[in-house]
């Protein structure tokens, strides 16, 4: 069955500190992954996605995320973190013309000043 | 405003009763998709239009969720006879031709039962 798994529902970094937040996937055929970012009172952003080729993509705000085959996961990452960072973000997956995408219950990042 | 538009952006309805959210896409956007999300969990996949038709209907709950789509624009989800469980944001998004591309998404529909 398809599914996403964020295992950390909450983190907290402090300003300034890396950050990851792991995604774990699990999915029959190619996968089509993203990150999308929900602040506070706001929609969802699309962070980043992978479809294909290099497996180490980058995205707004600083985001990378790498996708590693071996291991079904595609983690985000950024260097050092800024407090407007402080929202929740979520890791789906999909498929080319398999239009259901399925997400994972989301990480909530705080960050500390 | 080229974003998609939802609205009631809140609603508050009695159990029992039926509720209509609206979902108005970017326009050219052919892929729509609802999605709800209770609180403190993810986002799970209601249904996806393609243009007007709805190819997969297996996301929905319950035979008291129903949606359409007209105009290959604007789209209503439909709850009728309203528990407590259905309680939770109901978000819509957008993509241009549905497939691998992102979706775009509005600030959604806060729907709570009493």
């Known amino acids: 069955a398809q599914s996403v798994t964020q295992p950390d529902i909450h983190i907290t970094v402090s300003e300034g500190a890396s950050l990851e937040l792991r995604c774990n996937y699990s999915?029959?055929?190619?996968?089509?992954l993203f990150w999308y970012v929900q602040s506070p009172g706001q929609g969802l952003q699309l962070l980043l996605k992978?479809?294909?080729?290099?497996?180490l993509v980058q995205g707004i705000k600083g985001f990378e995320a790498e996708f590693k085959r071996s291991q079904s996961s595609f983690n985000l990452r950024k260097p050092s973190v800024h407090w407007s960072d402080a929202a929740e973000y979520f890791c789906?997956?999909?498929?080319?013309?398999?239009?259901?995408?399925?997400f994972g219950s989301g990480t909530k990042l705080n960050v500390k000043p | 405003g080229a974003g998609v538009s939802q609205s009631p952006s809140n609603k508050v309805t009695e159990k029992g009763k039926d509720v209509e959210l609206r979902c108005d896409p970017i326009?050219?956007?052919?892929?729509l998709y609802w999605y709800r999300q209770r609180l403190g969990q993810g986002l799970e996949f209601l249904i996806y239009?393609?243009?007007?038709?709805?190819?997969?209907k297996s996301g929905l709950p319950s035979d008291r969720f129903s949606a359409e789509r007209t105009g290959e624009s604007v789209s209503t989800l439909t709850i009728q006879r309203t528990q407590q469980e259905d309680s939770a944001v109901y978000l819509c998004?957008?993509?241009?031709?549905?497939?691998?591309?992102?979706?775009?998404f509005g600030d959604g529909t806060r729907l709570s039962i009493l």
């Open positions: 326009s050219g956007h052919t892929a």
């Open positions: 992978y479809f294909s080729g290099d497996t």
């Open positions: 999915y029959g055929a190619t996968p089509y």
């Open positions: 239009f393609q243009g007007n038709s709805a190819p997969d």
């Open positions: 998004a957008s993509s241009p031709d549905g497939g691998n591309q992102p979706q775009h």
């Open positions: 789906a997956v999909g498929g080319y013309n398999f239009n259901k995408f399925y």
